[in-house]
């Protein structure tokens, strides 16, 4: 196992407090923090999962999704177990809440990874599946592997991390999607156990450090699914900047919670409320290719076309639109 970073030992005691994110956890001997990975063992907190991975995969970038970031490219995509929040609604569940001990695991090297993508002709690596803020070690090292072959790096991720670490991990990232919950502290509270203050802080941090952001909005029935919310949430990131992409994505039943699916009525109200301030907005987990699609804000001809994760680039020179030659926040 691999000594974690980011933390300290309480003094005259054999406990140790974990500082990777806002939780804190403070931990008896042999005890894990929320994530369920990290673990105190003889007053030493160890990174569970350095190296272990539940699942990978070459997938296409927009399964991330990342609809702005090498459009129609592969990615080598990989995660663990384990996750810092405890969303009732998980739509990973059975990676992201199981024990470290309880999951086959399969052992995997840095080097491996990159020497995969490359030989697969991967645009870069993509963290993600569970959480992969909680396996900060292993992320950071395979990053920085994988940054001095000119490979990309992605991390999927619900951005609920302290700010130095996040700090340390930025200059090593290309491209984050960011899970931002809901507008509503209690609902983070209530339905997910975190904050909302830190991932606002996360995706700041991330934006500004100029790494390529989109943001994911699962829309759950009758928890964060009001007008009110979404308004919020819209102006929220274009006052950061109206060109990230916002993606809202359609709940279906999973985990602890047996809602009926997201209605088609309330995405396409989401829809119609963030193009209003937002130039790129999609629908996700529903089949609409005009919605799925990109245009360009300037002219309004198609720059990019997708129906699934079939992907047809008709209109990009560059990061810019061929029609209007209007620059256009794309990585490709």
Known sequence: ????????????????????????????????????V?????GILYAQTYGKIAALA????????????YPGRSILSIGSVGCNLRCIFCQNWHISQVDFQSFPLQDVSGKQLV?????????????????????????YDTAFLAREKNLKNVLVTNGYIEREPLR???PLIDAMNID??????????????????????????????????????????????????VEQLVDWVSRLSSSIPLHFSRYFPAYRLDYPPTSLSM?????????????????????????????CPSCGKPVVRRSGYVVDVVGLEGKRCKFCQASLPFYN
Not at 118 to 131: C, D, K, P
Not at 268 to 289: M, P, T
């Open 1 to 36: 196992m691999e000594t974690a970073r980011f933390w300290e030992n309480v003094a005259g005691t054999t406990q140790v407090r974990c500082l990777l994110c806002p939780h804190h956890c403070l931990l008896e001997e042999n005890r894990t923090g929320i994530c369920r």
């Open 38 to 42: 990290r673990q105190n063992r003889g």
């Open 58 to 69: 070459f997938d296409p970038v927009e399964k991330k999704p990342l609809y702005h970031f």
């Open 115 to 139: 020497e995969m993508a490359m030989n697969h002709g991967s645009v870069g690596i993509a963290y993600t599946y569970n959480e992969p803020l909680i396996s900060w070690e292993f992320v």
């Open 168 to 170: 340390e991990l930025l």
């Open 180 to 229: 931002l919950k809901s507008m509503d502290e209690v609902f983070y509270q209530r339905y997910c156990g975190g904050k909302l203050s830190p991932v606002l802080a996360t995706i700041e941090m991330a934006f500004n450090a100029g790494v390529h952001v989109e943001i994911t909005n699962l829309l759950v029935p009758c928890l964060n699914d009001r007008l009110e919310l």
């Open 267 to 295: 995405l396409e109200e989401a829809f119609r409320v963030a193009k209003g301030k937002l130039h790129f907005v999609y629908l996700g987990n529903v089949q609409d290719a005009e919605k799925n699609s990109t245009f």
